[in-house]
């Protein structure tokens, strides 16, 4: 228990790390928005240039979850509500009115999922495997241009 205890400690302290000096706000000073709604994610695929900041907006009356995976955030320019999620990927909790934000440094294009709860991850007990859980989503996306 304790070996476990202090594997959890030190990844979250890795991933702090990791975001340290991150700016909140957009180097460009662009701002795209995407609003989360009862009827979905609009706009569903988003475009925009490296640097840009992207922010989504809950427009629901839950708190929603957006999720990427962290292979597809090799490298971001600014960061304000996201963070890591057992270091596996960049997950934010967006309550009812709230909104989140991250800005793509690199051309690339990148998915996400919207959804109301929070994913699990089960640790192994009785010599069982762990798990993850994964709630229902909407799925979206992110392309990122650079201008050349």
Known sequence: MMIATRWVILTAALGLAACAGLPATSRTGAVHEILITDDGIAPQDLIVQAGDEVRWINRRAVPIW????????????????FSYYWALEETANIPPGGSVSLCFAHEDAISYRVHDRKEELRGSSAGAGGSEIIPEAMHAAIIVEVVR
């Open 66 to 81: 957006v999720s990427f995976y962290e292979d597809s955030l090799d490298e971001l320019s600014c960061r304000r509500g």
